[in-house]
C-alpha cells in the first residue's frame, strides 16, 4: 500500500539537514539507518551508507533513483550458496 498522495512522501528530517550541510563535490558517506526515507533531488550526487541490518552498504545517488527508497539499494539478504555434494564437485571442476 503506497502512501497518501495528500501527505507526501516520506522524508526524515534529519537525513535532509545532513545533506544541506553537506557541500555538493564532497565525497564523505553519509551514514543513514532509516530505509524508509524516500530519495529526492537534493539527496542526487550524495553517497549514502544505508544501514542493511550489519553494515553500511554505499549507494550513490543518481537520478533515476528519485522517487525510491533508500533501502531498495541495499540488500538485507546475502546468498551464499546452495550446498550438497554436487554443489562442492561442481566447484571443483571449476578451479
Partial sequence: MSRSLK???YVNPRILKKVQDA???DKAVIK????????TPAMVGFTFGVHNGKIHIPVYV????VGHRLGEF????KFV???GKMAKT???AKK
Fill in 7 to 9: 501527505k507526501g512522501p
Fill in 23 to 25: 557541500k555538493p563535490g
Fill in 32 to 39: 543513514v539507518w532509516d530505509r524508509a526515507c524516500a530519495i
Fill in 62 to 65: 543518481v537520478e533515476n533513483m
Fill in 74 to 77: 541495499a540488500s538485507t539478504k
Fill in 81 to 83: 550458496n546452495h550446498g
Fill in 90 to 92: 561442481q566447484a571443483q
